[in-house]
């Protein structure tokens, strides 16, 4: 057998024994997520990770031997583009909004990302356009402006744009993939046998979009009862919960309430993990003097630098770390990935983190602090990864998705794409509406 060289690279950054990496097999699908990056290969191997992390977690819970791990490419091509493969009652699910895209500047090319109302209606205030403007006002108003001005503008208003950048213009070479950093915690923390790797644990989703919550989807796929709070003044898009929310629950606190506070630190209190997308040091006060706690953080740019604090998604990093222009068309349009692989890439990889931070918890009671970023998985993608070429044969998605009925309609969805021997299949529940679950533990 050979071992894959990107599967061994995230495994050892997720601090795996490096002997059980080459436990990880894949069945190839012909030539999915085709692209001049190698993008095929970074999907596999955040999937295998994550079903190696969770076979080794099952294994310790059970006492018996790591169960081998074998992932279809198909399956996992699949899971990559779930959001577009949705369908809530037959209907599409909708991704991007019509201001968001490439356009054409004075000097080059912007991303912008609006598909939030609050998002389109600061980047409309920062160019001085109308409530209503439509795109061809922005096309308009862009075409007259430097990308690099567009861009600072923008974030100082709050906005969401990018300037499409060459590839190494932005210091994310050196970025790392994962950061992990042990904390005290105190006796042993053993978790009893279980059908799945994750039963038991109580996992807080303070997270939103994709990376995120792929993550704890993962998560609540393997048994973990995780709950996702969101502020009650910042709704959540119906077809993104509904593509990300399969088994888990959904409440809505206000942190700036009393109430409603005092009702997230009982929560915090009994949870073993939360995993969170806001920016640094947004939460640090609410996580101090929790032993034993898990807490993975996701970012976009980075955890150093001045892009830092930063907001962005999967569509303004592949913009600025140069991986837009490197997909681009002959006729020097931008280009994008086939899927959002640093959302989906960055979300499994952040939850192998988990899984490996609940295995060794168990023998040292110790908690840890994970770190990951879109440009992390980014800098991976350009510098880090071997391109090879695509494998013979075909692809269909037909075997990876299957329908199931939900209280937003009847669903036609991917298929989990984590395979080790004894994995579960689907989610044991579809996503429940947004909000409306109790702030309670099961």
């Not at 493969?85 to 912007?110: C, K, M, N, Q, Y």
Request: proline share 10%.
């Amino acid at each position: 057998m050979t071992l894959d060289a990107a599967t061994s690279h995230a495994w050892d950054a997720l601090g795996g024994p490096p002997a059980l990496a080459e436990r990880v097999t894949y069945v190839p699908a012909g030539p999915v997520l085709p692209a001049r990056l190698p993008v095929r290969q970074l999907a596999r191997a955040t999937v295998g990770v994550c079903s190696l992390a969770a076979a080794e977690l099952a294994a310790r819970r059970s006492g018996g031997g790591v169960p081998a791990v074998r992932v279809h490419e198909g399956a996992v091509a699949t899971a990559f583009v779930s959001e577009r493969h949705l369908r809530i009652d037959g209907r599409e699910a909708t991704t991007f909004a019509p201001l968001s895209g490439f356009w054409r500047t004075a000097d080059g090319w912007v991303r912008t990302h609006a598909n939030y109302p609050h998002h389109r209606a600061r980047l409309l205030t920062a160019l001085g356009l109308r409530e209503g403007a439509d795109a061809d006002a922005l096309a308009a108003e862009l075409a007259q402006r430097p990308s690099r001005e567009v861009q600072e503008t923008a974030y100082a208003a709050g906005a969401l744009a990018v300037a499409a950048a060459p590839p190494g213009e932005l210091p994310i070479r050196t970025l790392p993939l994962v950061e992990s950093r042990d904390t005290a915690g105190g006796a042993p923390r053993p978790l009893p046998p279980a059908a799945l790797p994750a039963e038991g644990v109580r996992v807080l989703d303070l997270t939103r979009v994709i990376a995120g919550p792929v993550a704890t989807r993962t998560l609540a796929l393997l048994g973990a009862d995780v709950l996702r709070v969101d502020s009650p003044h910042l709704p959540e898009d119906p077809d993104a919960h509904t593509d990300t929310g399969f088994g888990k629950r959904s409440t809505r606190l206000d942190l700036a309430d009393p109430h409603d506070r005092r009702t997230f630190d009982e929560l915090l209190a009994r949870a073993d993990v939360v995993v969170t997308g806001y920016r640094p040091g947004a939460l640090d006060r609410f996580l101090t003097d929790h032993p034993g706690l898990i807490v993975a953080r996701l970012g976009a740019w980075g955890w150093s630098g001045p892009w830092a604090a930063r907001r962005g998604f999967d569509s303004l990093v592949q913009a600025g770390t140069g991986i837009a222009l490197t997909e681009a068309a002959d006729d020097g349009r931008p280009g994008v990935l086939p899927a959002q692989a640093l959302d989906h890439g960055t979300g499994y990889l952040l939850a192998a983190g988990v899984l490996r931070a609940l295995t060794g918890r168990m023998d040292t009671g110790g908690g840890r602090h994970l770190r990951l970023s879109l440009a992390g998985t980014a800098s991976w993608l350009l510098h880090g990864i071997t391109p090879a070429p695509p494998p013979d044969g075909t692809y269909a998605p037909d075997p990876w998705l299957t329908k199931t009925p939900s209280p937003y309609g009847r669903l036609r969805h991917a298929l989990p794409p984590l395979a080790y021997d004894g994995a579960p299949r689907n989610w044991a529940r579809p996503p429940g509406r947004w909000g409306t679950d109790a702030p309670a533990w099961v």
